[in-house]
């Protein structure tokens, strides 16, 4: 996956595809091509398909058009960011088998079994990819007497399981491309006299402002006098166009105001994403062949040691919790920086888990590689295929975030929750030591855990309004207990990161340590409390902070009324000790962020989307630089 641009009209294709993937790059990619019916006098009708592929940057590609250029006014392009195989020109799309040629977002869930059948009927692979299949499959359909692209492409989706975004060339029909969507955007661009189609609007607006939207279970057939939409069975679809009035600029972000923001509320999808082709709910399992630790390894694993800086650190802090509680064995949280320098004794047995979101990060490789010169066993988790840290490792755990802008991470932070819960609930069904119904009860409660982050992500509005009634302050605390333990260092890293105030996290039972000191009337204090294991400890906590007149802001569970009751502000009352009747205000309303009631595995992914838009909101407010603040890179890769 990443960047979609398909041309059909009356203009030479290739420079147009070109520019609209250029107007793609914001969302990253490693590899790039098109695909273009040229004419070709020796071919079956007179014309033919030509790829042009080349790994690296869009300057790269088109030196590649510069020795083979390719001619043709119908035509497909696409930018890719690894899911499956590593980044090369065999790996990069468009991918084609016999006449056709097929480019692809999303991810194939039964894609191993459908190469296996394939396989097994004498079908040979170019490359390690899933898109590969769906090239295949279409050309089987052709083959098997399908007379229209578009019959093809429906009855090879018939027997794909997975999100995607497809658009498809067939040579045997040279003006016209096929398109469809499930879980994976796709937008039809509609202009005069052509039409075109895109993963995202920037792609388009140079040609057209008037746009379809391609619902999941579509399939459009694009020609230059229009779109026919269909279903998967083949009943007609109407939609209207509609009319964008984005600036390009706008349009990169998706009408976010920040990329930060539109990277928030992809959280759900890009959790869907990394859960995908990888959950047996049936069963209670987690399929972990791409991990490189089988049953019998994960068997011997006696310590684990999580190595991870900054942003990552805190989501390998609360792997640990998963990984103790749920596969039993001794997990450490390492900060990648310190690793190499301590001289750390590593044995047999030992597992170092490297938590990047780039892949790339200095410290964490660097440590990676001390572990390995002392034997150790590495995997990787991370969100860039083939990125130096999982080269450097042993097995690699996938996210599959997909590109991520701002510089403040938000959606690799739950892909990363979800990869090690995954990780765990793996382990532990591997040492038998996780009953399958636990382990189905945590799988069920993941795959709902999308849903219920929109229904937190719904509630914006309410954590707008916090921020800002305390945009003023210049200090805050952020406490949690078990997994809202690393929620709250997350939320205070997020926040000092946007927005330059300062914040620091704690464990709630170390407040009495220390950080209790610092409360008063002017210190706001955020508290993780949802309904789990540790609430009423917690609870005791926020107890002694309101007793100190803190400024509390509860994460809390929705219809919490001891936590509302607790931080509405009492009416006045009289000498007598009655209610007092007065033209005073009404006591304001209490500053809870509240999210759905949730297995306690999974409220990690739900009570850190409020932090996430407390700290983004009140950067906004200040008005600090959202997606680049000062000092910081997105890829730290200098120790």
């Known amino acids: 996956m990443c960047g979609i641009v398909g041309y059909v009209g009356g203009k030479d294709c290739a420079p147009i595809l070109v520019e609209g993937l250029r107007r793609l790059e914001y969302r990253g990619y490693d590899s790039a091509g098109l695909a273009v019916h040229t004419r070709a006098p020796s071919a079956p009708g007179g014309h033919g398909i030509e790829i042009v592929r080349a790994v690296g940057k869009l300057a790269n590609l088109e030196v590649a058009l510069q020795k083979h250029p390719l001619v043709g006014t119908t035509g497909i392009g696409h930018t890719r960011w690894a899911t499956h195989g590593k980044p090369s020109e065999v790996n990069a799309h468009p991918h084609a088998a016999g006449k056709v040629a097929v480019v692809h977002n999303g991810i194939i869930e039964n894609h191993a079994a459908l190469r296996r059948e394939l396989q097994s009927q004498g079908v040979r692979f170019a490359s390690d990819t899933d898109t590969e299949i769906a090239a295949h499959l279409i050309a089987e359909a052709l083959r098997d007497g399908a007379t229209r692209l578009a019959d093809a492409v429906r009855t090879a989706l018939a027997r794909v399981r997975g999100a995607y975004a497809l658009a498809v060339l067939w040579a045997d029909s040279p003006d016209e491309i096929v398109v469809a969507k499930a879980d994976s955007p796709l937008v039809l661009g509609l202009g005069d006299g052509e039409m075109l189609c895109a993963s995202d609007i920037p792609a388009l607006l140079a040609h057209t402002r008037d746009v379809v939207f391609l619902q999941d279970g579509e399939v459009a057939t694009l020609t230059r006098r229009g779109a026919e939409i269909t279903t998967l069975d083949g009943t007609p679809v109407q939609r209207a166009s509609k009319r964008i009035d984005w600036s390009p600029t706008q349009a990169e972000k998706g009408g976010y105001k920040h990329f930060m923001l539109k990277e928030i509320h992809e959280q759900p999808r890009a959790v869907e994403d990394t859960l995908r082709g990888r959950v047996d709910l049936v069963n209670g399992e987690v399929f972990g062949g791409e991990m490189g630790i089988d049953p019998e390894l994960a068997k011997k694993v006696k310590r684990i040691y999580l190595v991870a800086c900054g942003t990552s650190s805190h989501a390998a802090m609360a792997g640990r919790y998963w990984i103790e509680q749920l596969a039993r064995i001794p997990a450490v949280v390492e900060i990648g920086s310190e690793v190499r320098y301590r001289d750390p004794v590593f044995g047999e047995g030992d ?252 409220l990690p992914l739900l009570t850190v989307i409020p932090l996430q838009l407390l700290a983004y909101y009140m950067a906004d407010f200040k008005g600090t630089d959202v997606d680049q603040p000062r000092n910081l890179a997105k890829t730290v890769t200098v120790e």
């Open 351 to 602: 597992l170092v888990v490297a938590v990047s979101q780039s892949g790339e990060t200095a410290d964490t490789l660097a440590a990676v590689k001390t572990a390995k010169a002392k034997g150790a066993r590495v995997l990787a988790v991370a969100n860039v295929i083939d990125s130096a840290i999982p080269r450097a490792s042993d097995g690699a755990l996938y996210t599959h975030a997909g590109p991520e802008i701002g510089v403040a991470s938000t959606k690799c932070f739950t892909t990363q929750l979800v990869a090690l819960l995954l990780f765990a609930v793996y382990l532990g069904r591997c040492r038998g030591v996780l009953s399958q119904d636990e382990a189905r009860r945590i799988l069920e409660a993941l795959t709902r855990c999308p849903q219920q982050m929109r229904d937190v992500l719904a509630r914006a509005d309410d954590v707008r309004f916090v921020a800002k009634k305390h945009l003023r302050a210049l200090h805050m605390l952020f406490l949690g207990r078990g997994t809202g333990f690393p929620i709250a260092l997350e939320g205070a890293l997020k926040l000092k990161e946007i927005s330059y105030i300062h914040a620091e996290g704690y464990a709630a039972g170390e407040m009495k340590h220390g950080p209790i000191a610092l409360i008063d009337e002017d210190m706001p204090v955020v508290i993780v409390v949802p309904r789990d294991s540790h609430y009423e400890k917690t609870f005791s906590n926020m107890q002694e902070v309101e007793a100190r007149a803190g400024q509390i802001i509860a994460v809390c569970t929705e219809g919490d009324t001891d936590v509302r009751a607790l931080l509405t502000p009492k009416a006045p009352t009289s000498a007598r000790g009655g209610a007092r009747r007065s033209s005073m205000p009404p006591p304001q309303e209490a500053d809870m962020l509240e999210i759905p009631d949730a297995a306690p595995e999974v």
